[in-house]
């Protein structure tokens, strides 16, 4: 059974840096493409970045563009996010997601999801 586990949230200051991990197992991490969402308290979970199965490509929204990299270790069947230059307006659940098929911010079309990692930025 597919299974994402997400590591790395937690309280940092505005303007410092994070890096999220998402482990997978139970599927073959290197087919798929992988995504990261976050949802802030009391709004719709949003994209944030996606990367093509093989690393190749990515796409990012553009609220974190400049400032997060997604990247996956295929033999580690990691998913990455760093986040720098943090903001207070960044402050969410962080969810990785899994899907076959080219990268894409529509949530609908992952099929495997974490249970999430906290981020909050403190002003």
């Known amino acids: 059974q597919a299974q994402l586990v997400e590591a790395g949230g937690g309280l940092v200051q505005a303007g410092g840096s994070l890096r999220l991990s998402c482990a997978a197992s139970g599927y073959i991490f290197s087919r798929y493409t992988m995504g990261w969402f976050r949802q802030a308290p009391g709004k719709e979970r949003e994209f944030v970045a996606a990367i093509s199965r093989g690393g190749g490509t990515t796409y990012g929204a553009d609220s974190v563009k400049g400032r997060c990299t997604i990247s996956k270790d295929n033999y580690k069947s990691t998913l990455y996010l760093q986040m720098n230059s943090l903001k207070p307006e960044d402050t969410a659940v962080y969810y990785c997601?899994?899907?076959?098929?080219?990268?894409?911010?529509?949530?609908?079309?992952?099929?495997?999801w974490g249970q999430g990692t906290q981020v909050t930025v403190s002003s």
């Open positions: 997601a899994a899907r076959l098929g080219e990268p894409t911010w529509r949530e609908a079309l992952y099929t495997y």
